[in-house]
């Protein structure tokens, strides 16, 4: 199919539905910091622009404490029109279970095998050879945030790589500064947790653990570097004393922190804190030891409904969303990347550069998200919350916990 028939496909499937009366859509979603809030404005606004109405159902909390509220609606009968999810498994038994809207017209519309790159998010989409959900952005874990001030205070330089912040360590404490700031929640710490393993292990060795579930691997000296890496970590994060990722993240933008383990949705925090990347910040991706992204995401999924006003409207949105002045909008006020490898992307900050650099480079690996079954995620999680709430567990016996995890994983 030529560009210019795609185009005109679009363009009259829009002017459809617009033609349409107005449309109400509930969009669920757990984007409630500042930085979060500012982005999905964005494509609230898209959305209100074409005459229809976005409802906003925002959730407060993490992925985890939104994401059974989501599935408890839509398996209960009360679906949203539309709800954020990762892209990946997430969504898997909703579609087998036949609840979700097939998109694949729009996909195939909007040319989106040409557009989606990598190619695996839209892959993280597809079941049975149908596309059930729309990518909205890249996102990774693989990033350190620095506050320049911290170090500054500690009359230290910032760190370039992950062995010169942890020797940072004494100084930064000296100073009355907290080296690693660390929420006290699951997903933090075991998505900080697959950053330390991709910088120390590598990404061989990820893969091995993630996407083969090899238990050797996950037990083996490998990995025995990257739990002792995480005790030091944890004792660098000792009495942080919070509990959500932003509150983390402020204790960087503040000064009050040497840095933070987190995706780069943080840069939003950043962005509304009125900080420059560079000048206020700095961020080492893969810790400053090995330059790679992993390619997690945010993704919407339509769930069925019997109006076909409704059914119309939120392949409305779908296209929206993937178009390229929302893709624009909205990924630069999240700091995250865009799914779409055809658009402009000169006004990204230094940070984002860098992870665009990386994306075209091809340095870039699966999230844990595409690999791994909600169950076996949430039993990571649950060993890494007991891992990061004390000292008493050795990296030995934590290490040997999570390869019996990786051995039985789905």
């Not at 660390?182 to 947790?193: E, K």
């Not at 009495?239 to 204790?251: E, F, L, S």
């Not at 075209?360 to 844990?368: C, D, E, M, Q, R």
Request: aromatic letters at 6%; one cysteine or more.
């Amino acid at each position: 199919m030529s560009n210019v028939l795609k185009s005109l496909l679009i363009g009259t499937a829009l002017t459809c539905a617009s033609a349409a009366s107005a449309v109400e859509l509930e969009v669920t979603h757990w984007w409630t910091s500042g930085g979060e809030a500012a982005a999905v404005t964005e494509l609230a606004k898209a959305w209100d622009a074409t005459g229809n109405t976005w409802l906003d159902g925002a959730i407060a909390g993490s992925g985890g404490t939104a994401r059974p509220i989501i599935i408890s609606r839509i398996l209960g009968g009360d679906p949203m029109a539309a709800t954020q999810l990762n892209h990946g498994r997430q969504a898997e038994e909703l579609i087998e279970a036949g609840l979700m809207l097939d998109l694949t017209d729009v996909a195939e519309a909007g040319g989106w095998t040409d557009i989606v790159k990598p190619s695996s998010l839209l892959d993280a989409c597809t079941l049975d050879g149908k596309i059930y959900c729309v990518p909205i952005n890249i996102h990774s874990w693989q990033w350190l945030w620095l506050s320049n001030k911290a170090f500054a205070d500690a009359g230290v330089a910032t760190p370039t790589s992950w062995d010169e912040f942890a020797a940072s360590a004494d100084a930064m404490r000296a100073a009355g500064k907290l080296p690693l700031a660390m929420g006290a929640q699951g997903w933090q710490q075991s998505g900080a947790f697959g950053v330390i393993a991709v910088a120390i292990a590598g990404g061989d060795a990820w893969r091995a653990v993630n996407v083969d579930k090899n238990a050797e691997v996950a037990a083996g000296p490998e990995y025995a570097k990257v739990f002792e890496a995480a005790v030091a970590a944890r004792d660098m994060a000792k009495d942080g004393n919070v509990q959500d990722w932003n509150q983390a993240t402020n204790m960087v933008i503040t000064g009050a922190a040497g840095g933070q383990i987190m995706g780069d949705w943080a840069q939003g925090e950043f962005q509304v804190a009125g900080q420059t990347a560079g000048v206020e910040y700095e961020c080492l991706p893969g810790l400053g030891n090995n330059a790679v992204l992993d390619t997690s995401g945010d993704a919407f999924y339509f769930p069925l409904n019997s109006d076909p006003e409704v059914t119309a409207a939120q392949k409305e949105l779908a296209a929206l969303m993937i178009s390229p002045e929302v893709q624009v909008a909205f990924n630069l006020k999240k700091g995250s990347l865009p799914v779409r490898g055809d658009i402009d992307m000169a006004a990204a900050n230094r940070c984002m550069q860098k992870g665009l650099d990386i994306l075209a480079s091809g340095n870039i690996l699966p999230s844990g998200d595409m690999n791994l079954s909600a169950d076996t995620s949430t039993q990571i999680e649950d060993l890494m919350l007991e891992f990061w709430a004390g000292d008493t567990m050795s990296a030995a016996d934590a290490q040997a916990r999570y390869a019996e995890i990786i051995d039985n994983a789905d």
